[in-house]
């Protein structure tokens, strides 16, 4: 993974096969229910159009924020329910919690 960067404040990470795969930014986010203006690095999947690309995180830092872009990249995707040993479908959600906690996705197992 490299993290370029791109303009003033933005940063572009490539994964291993040089292909854009995240946008870091620096700018002003609002909160919601105080409406208090924040500094902070945002991530968003990358898209060529601005209009298609998904807010994926809001971090303080740099350094944090390429840390969520590295768990992002290194964590595969999830898109459509998995079958158990047993036949039942197993949903993308829970698909994606038992892999943040180690486990197999499709069974529950330690991996």
């Known amino acids: 993974m490299r993290v370029i960067q791109v303009a003033t ?4 990470v490539i994964d291993e096969i040089y ?6 930014s620096y700018g002003p ?3 919601q229910r105080t409406f208090e203006t924040h500094l902070l690095y945002r991530i968003e999947k990358w898209a060529l159009e601005r209009q298609n ?3 994926i995180a809001w971090r303080d830092t ?3 924020a390429v840390k969520v872009c590295e768990n992002e990249i290194d964590r595969p995707d999830f898109h459509a329910p ?6 039942s ?8 919690a038992r892999w ?8 529950g197992k330690p991996r």
């Open 89 to 96: 479908a197993v949903p993308v959600d829970l698909q994606r």
């Open 82 to 87: 998995l079958r158990t040993d047993y036949g």
């Open 29 to 31: 986010a609002v909160h």
């Open 19 to 24: 292909r854009p795969r995240f946008l870091i």
């Open 100 to 107: 943040d906690q180690g486990l197999d996705p499709r069974t």
């Open 9 to 12: 404040k933005s940063w572009l």
């Open 53 to 55: 690309r998904v807010p």
């Open 62 to 64: 740099h350094v944090e």
